[in-house]
């Protein structure tokens, strides 16, 4: 993930984040906004990402590209740019 354009307001950033996330063959029935969603709570929210903070919300999507599927694999991996809230506590 790359993670770009962090604002701080008091001990939570807002950062723009780029990733590519997949999203696996059960999951596609939903929108696609939906399901991308879903996976980047799975993979982001409540957990620590280094040089960033606690990931406590995934704020809004910005963008989705892609939506390649790879032989071998029936999940759909989409290119995405979304904005987080991380809860860094100022120390």
């Known amino acids: 993930a790359h993670i770009r354009q962090a604002r701080a307001v008091a001990m939570f950033i807002l950062a723009r984040v780029a990733d590519t996330v ?14 991308v969603l ?3 709570r799975k993979k982001y929210v ?3 990402v280094r040089g960033s903070g606690l990931c406590v919300a995934i704020y809004d999507l910005h963008r989705i590209q892609g939506g390649e599927i790879f032989p071998g694999d029936g999940a759909v991996h989409f290119n995405v ?8 506590p100022l120390v």
Do not use: K
């Not at 740019?81 to 860094?88: K, S």
């Open 81 to 88: 740019e979304f904005r987080v809230v991380f809860f860094r």
């Open 46 to 48: 409540d957990r620590v």
């Open 22 to 35: 997949q999203v696996p063959p059960m999951n596609l029935g939903l929108n696609t906004d939906e399901a």
């Open 38 to 40: 879903e996976e980047l």
